[in-house]
């Protein structure tokens, strides 16, 4: 069987992380804000909604 050429092959331990502003839960390093990392607060938009409550 093939195996899937796709996705993060990697040791995931070693990736970033940094809490969400709303909730504190950690959110890791993904690939599509690699170039926005900086500026990533929330870790869902759940949380992006909820800033304001």
């Known amino acids: 069987m093939p195996r899937d050429t796709k996705g ?3 040791n995931k331990q070693s990736l970033p992380a940094k ?3 709303a ?3 950690d959110m890791v390093w993904r ?3 690699a170039k926005n990392w900086a500026e990533v607060k ?3 938009d ?3 909604k909820a800033k304001n409550a």
């Open 23 to 25: 909730c504190g839960r």
């Open 8 to 10: 993060f092959k990697g």
């Open 31 to 33: 690939k599509s804000w």
């Open 42 to 44: 929330y870790c869902s």
């Open 46 to 48: 759940a949380c992006r």
């Open 19 to 21: 809490p969400c502003v």
